[in-house]
Protein backbone atom coordinates (compact mmCIF):
# COMPACT_ATOMS: atom_id res chain seq x y z
CA UNK A 1 0.00 0.00 0.00
CA UNK A 2 1.07 3.75 -0.21
CA UNK A 3 1.68 5.88 2.30
CA UNK A 4 -1.25 8.70 3.50
CA UNK A 5 -0.46 11.71 4.71
CA UNK A 6 -1.57 12.79 7.94
CA UNK A 7 -2.06 15.98 10.35
CA UNK A 8 -1.08 15.37 14.09
CA UNK A 9 -3.00 16.50 16.81
CA UNK A 10 -2.79 16.65 20.33
CA UNK A 11 -4.43 17.32 23.28
CA UNK A 12 -3.98 17.08 27.16
CA UNK A 13 -7.35 15.44 27.29
CA UNK A 14 -8.20 13.03 24.96
CA UNK A 15 -11.69 13.26 23.12
CA UNK A 16 -14.23 10.98 22.48
CA UNK A 17 -13.47 9.49 18.81
CA UNK A 18 -17.01 7.53 19.25
CA UNK A 19 -19.77 7.48 21.65
CA UNK A 20 -22.89 6.27 22.42
CA UNK A 21 -25.87 6.18 24.70
CA UNK A 22 -26.41 2.42 26.33
CA UNK A 23 -29.06 1.01 29.13
CA UNK A 24 -27.49 -1.22 30.62
CA UNK A 25 -30.24 -3.84 32.53
CA UNK A 26 -30.41 -7.11 34.52
CA UNK A 27 -34.15 -8.26 34.00
CA UNK A 28 -35.51 -11.02 36.89
CA UNK A 29 -32.17 -12.06 37.91
CA UNK A 30 -33.09 -14.70 41.00
CA UNK A 31 -30.86 -15.16 43.98
CA UNK A 32 -31.37 -18.36 45.76
CA UNK A 33 -30.26 -18.26 49.59
CA UNK A 34 -29.64 -21.79 50.57
CA UNK A 35 -28.20 -23.91 54.07
CA UNK A 36 -27.07 -26.98 54.48
CA UNK A 37 -29.46 -30.06 54.92
CA UNK A 38 -30.00 -31.75 57.86
CA UNK A 39 -31.81 -34.53 56.36
CA UNK A 40 -29.26 -35.46 53.56
CA UNK A 41 -25.91 -34.61 54.32
CA UNK A 42 -23.89 -32.72 51.49
CA UNK A 43 -26.73 -31.81 50.24
CA UNK A 44 -28.52 -28.22 50.51
CA UNK A 45 -31.89 -26.71 51.01
CA UNK A 46 -33.14 -23.28 49.55
CA UNK A 47 -34.60 -21.18 51.98
CA UNK A 48 -35.26 -18.04 50.52
CA UNK A 49 -35.86 -16.99 46.87
CA UNK A 50 -35.39 -13.03 45.81
CA UNK A 51 -36.17 -11.65 42.36
CA UNK A 52 -34.30 -8.47 41.53
CA UNK A 53 -34.87 -5.94 38.15
CA UNK A 54 -31.95 -3.80 37.57
CA UNK A 55 -31.65 -0.85 35.10
CA UNK A 56 -29.54 2.00 35.02
CA UNK A 57 -28.37 4.49 31.87
CA UNK A 58 -24.77 5.54 30.77
CA UNK A 59 -22.94 6.58 27.96
CA UNK A 60 -19.99 4.77 26.21
CA UNK A 61 -17.11 6.73 25.02
CA UNK A 62 -14.34 4.82 23.07
CA UNK A 63 -10.93 7.48 23.68
CA UNK A 64 -8.16 7.53 21.88
CA UNK A 65 -5.28 8.48 24.91
CA UNK A 66 -2.42 8.00 22.22
CA UNK A 67 -1.99 7.58 18.90
CA UNK A 68 -1.51 3.27 19.17
CA UNK A 69 -4.30 3.10 21.93
CA UNK A 70 -7.74 2.96 22.42
CA UNK A 71 -9.73 3.16 26.07
CA UNK A 72 -13.40 2.49 26.45
CA UNK A 73 -14.83 4.98 29.15
CA UNK A 74 -18.21 4.24 30.62
CA UNK A 75 -20.16 7.15 32.26
CA UNK A 76 -22.99 5.94 34.82
CA UNK A 77 -25.90 8.61 34.96
CA UNK A 78 -27.87 9.02 38.50
CA UNK A 79 -29.06 6.03 40.17
CA UNK A 80 -29.92 2.92 39.13
CA UNK A 81 -33.76 1.57 39.19
CA UNK A 82 -33.78 -1.16 41.78
CA UNK A 83 -36.96 -3.55 42.03
CA UNK A 84 -36.31 -6.56 44.76
CA UNK A 85 -38.82 -8.57 45.65
CA UNK A 86 -38.84 -12.09 47.33
CA UNK A 87 -38.81 -14.11 50.52
CA UNK A 88 -39.43 -17.69 52.51
CA UNK A 89 -40.01 -20.15 50.22
CA UNK A 90 -43.13 -21.97 51.27
CA UNK A 91 -41.95 -25.09 52.70
CA UNK A 92 -39.71 -23.20 55.05
CA UNK A 93 -40.68 -22.52 58.53
CA UNK A 94 -38.78 -19.94 60.03
CA UNK A 95 -38.68 -18.96 63.22
CA UNK A 96 -38.70 -14.91 62.13
CA UNK A 97 -40.74 -14.97 59.07
CA UNK A 98 -40.08 -10.96 58.90
CA UNK A 99 -37.71 -10.09 55.90
CA UNK A 100 -36.61 -6.65 55.63
CA UNK A 101 -36.55 -6.25 51.76
CA UNK A 102 -36.01 -2.29 52.02
CA UNK A 103 -32.56 -3.00 53.73
CA UNK A 104 -31.75 -6.29 51.27
CA UNK A 105 -32.32 -3.50 48.35
CA UNK A 106 -30.14 -1.01 49.85
CA UNK A 107 -27.51 -3.59 50.40
CA UNK A 108 -27.46 -4.55 47.09
CA UNK A 109 -27.41 -0.96 45.72
CA UNK A 110 -24.42 0.11 48.09
CA UNK A 111 -22.72 -3.01 46.13
CA UNK A 112 -23.94 -1.33 43.11
CA UNK A 113 -22.59 1.81 43.38
CA UNK A 114 -19.14 0.63 44.90
CA UNK A 115 -18.84 -1.02 41.28
CA UNK A 116 -19.41 1.67 39.38
CA UNK A 117 -17.55 3.73 41.25
CA UNK A 118 -20.82 6.00 43.00
CA UNK A 119 -22.17 6.75 39.83
CA UNK A 120 -19.03 7.99 38.04
CA UNK A 121 -16.90 7.03 35.15
CA UNK A 122 -14.86 4.01 34.66
CA UNK A 123 -12.28 3.53 31.98
CA UNK A 124 -10.62 0.34 30.23
CA UNK A 125 -8.11 0.06 28.21
CA UNK A 126 -8.32 -2.02 24.81
CA UNK A 127 -5.90 -4.01 22.90
CA UNK A 128 -5.78 -4.80 19.10
CA UNK A 129 -7.83 -7.67 17.73
CA UNK A 130 -6.02 -10.36 16.46
CA UNK A 131 -7.45 -12.62 13.93
CA UNK A 132 -4.54 -14.96 13.07
CA UNK A 133 -1.86 -13.14 11.30
CA UNK A 134 -3.99 -9.75 11.38
CA UNK A 135 -4.62 -7.03 13.78
CA UNK A 136 -7.31 -4.75 14.47
CA UNK A 137 -8.12 -1.54 16.11
CA UNK A 138 -11.99 -0.47 17.96
CA UNK A 139 -12.62 2.46 15.67
CA UNK A 140 -16.69 3.37 16.61
CA UNK A 141 -19.06 1.78 18.97
CA UNK A 142 -22.94 2.15 18.60
CA UNK A 143 -25.73 0.92 20.68
CA UNK A 144 -28.60 -0.57 18.44
CA UNK A 145 -30.91 -2.20 21.25
CA UNK A 146 -29.96 -4.85 22.56
CA UNK A 147 -26.76 -5.05 21.02
CA UNK A 148 -23.39 -2.88 21.36
CA UNK A 149 -21.39 -2.80 18.03
CA UNK A 150 -18.35 -2.63 17.09
CA UNK A 151 -16.28 -1.23 14.28
CA UNK A 152 -12.79 -2.20 14.01
CA UNK A 153 -10.44 -0.68 11.30
CA UNK A 154 -7.13 -1.66 10.52
CA UNK A 155 -4.57 -0.40 12.97
CA UNK A 156 -1.67 0.09 10.19
CA UNK A 157 1.53 1.15 10.56
CA UNK A 158 2.42 4.71 11.28
CA UNK A 159 6.08 6.97 10.79
CA UNK A 160 6.82 10.48 11.34
CA UNK A 161 9.94 12.52 10.42
CA UNK A 162 11.08 14.52 13.67
CA UNK A 163 14.52 15.37 11.98
CA UNK A 164 14.98 19.05 9.47
CA UNK A 165 15.78 16.82 7.12
CA UNK A 166 13.33 14.66 4.26
CA UNK A 167 13.23 10.71 4.60
CA UNK A 168 13.69 8.76 1.68
CA UNK A 169 12.77 5.19 2.27
CA UNK A 170 10.66 1.86 1.51
CA UNK A 171 8.52 -0.20 2.45
CA UNK A 172 6.73 -4.15 1.83
CA UNK A 173 5.39 -7.05 3.08
CA UNK A 174 6.97 -9.88 3.42
CA UNK A 175 5.67 -11.60 0.42
CA UNK A 176 6.27 -8.71 -2.07
CA UNK A 177 8.75 -6.59 -3.94
CA UNK A 178 10.26 -3.41 -2.35
CA UNK A 179 7.54 -0.07 -2.68
CA UNK A 180 8.85 3.09 -3.14
CA UNK A 181 11.14 4.63 -2.53
CA UNK A 182 8.77 7.40 -0.51
CA UNK A 183 9.61 10.71 0.49
CA UNK A 184 8.66 11.99 3.99
CA UNK A 185 9.22 15.69 4.78
CA UNK A 186 10.35 17.14 8.04
CA UNK A 187 7.39 17.01 10.90
CA UNK A 188 5.18 14.78 8.52
CA UNK A 189 3.86 11.25 8.94
CA UNK A 190 2.93 8.67 6.75
CA UNK A 191 0.22 5.81 7.48
CA UNK A 192 -0.44 2.53 5.80
CA UNK A 193 -3.27 1.10 5.95
CA UNK A 194 -2.59 -2.72 6.83
CA UNK A 195 -3.33 -5.51 8.93
CA UNK A 196 -0.25 -7.26 9.01
CA UNK A 197 3.67 -5.95 9.54
CA UNK A 198 5.66 -4.27 7.06
CA UNK A 199 9.29 -4.04 6.48
CA UNK A 200 10.84 -0.79 6.55
CA UNK A 201 14.77 0.01 5.00
CA UNK A 202 16.65 3.11 4.33
CA UNK A 203 19.46 3.95 1.61
CA UNK A 204 22.30 6.25 2.72
CA UNK A 205 24.85 6.43 -0.95
CA UNK A 206 23.53 3.19 -2.35
CA UNK A 207 23.89 1.17 0.82
CA UNK A 208 20.98 -0.02 3.02
CA UNK A 209 21.85 1.28 6.61
CA UNK A 210 18.32 0.50 8.09
CA UNK A 211 16.16 -2.62 7.85
CA UNK A 212 13.92 -3.27 10.33
CA UNK A 213 10.06 -5.20 11.04
CA UNK A 214 7.18 -2.43 11.40
CA UNK A 215 4.43 -4.56 13.98
CA UNK A 216 1.19 -3.84 12.38
CA UNK A 217 -0.29 -0.75 14.84
CA UNK A 218 2.95 0.56 15.39
CA UNK A 219 4.04 4.29 15.86
CA UNK A 220 7.25 5.01 14.93
CA UNK A 221 9.72 7.81 14.53
CA UNK A 222 12.77 8.71 12.65
CA UNK A 223 15.09 10.90 14.78
CA UNK A 224 18.05 11.65 16.38
CA UNK A 225 18.01 8.87 20.17
CA UNK A 226 19.74 10.64 22.95
CA UNK A 227 23.00 10.28 23.19
CA UNK A 228 23.03 9.21 19.03
CA UNK A 229 24.84 11.72 16.20
CA UNK A 230 22.56 9.94 13.87
CA UNK A 231 18.60 9.96 13.26
CA UNK A 232 17.09 6.65 12.79
CA UNK A 233 14.29 5.30 13.06
CA UNK A 234 12.35 4.27 16.83
CA UNK A 235 9.61 3.67 18.57
CA UNK A 236 7.25 6.68 19.40
CA UNK A 237 8.07 5.45 23.16
CA UNK A 238 11.86 5.56 23.02
CA UNK A 239 13.80 7.73 24.73
Avoid at 32 to 42: F, H, Y
Avoid at 48 to 67: G, V
Avoid at 117 to 123: L, N
Avoid at 230 to 235: A, D, E, L
Amino acid sequence: DSPKGETDKKTEKPEPISKTLFSYSIPKAVILISVASNEKPGERKTIARFELNLSQKSDISLLQPEYSKRALQINWEGDPEIEFKGGFVKDYKAENPEIKLGALKNLFMEGWRDWTDGSGSKEFELKDFVFGNSSFRLNEITWAGPFLIAELNAPGVRIKNKTDKPLIYEMKYFTSGWGGPYTLKPGKSHFFDVTRPLEYRRREQGQIVEHYTLPVGSNSEFRILKGKDKPGMYSAVAK
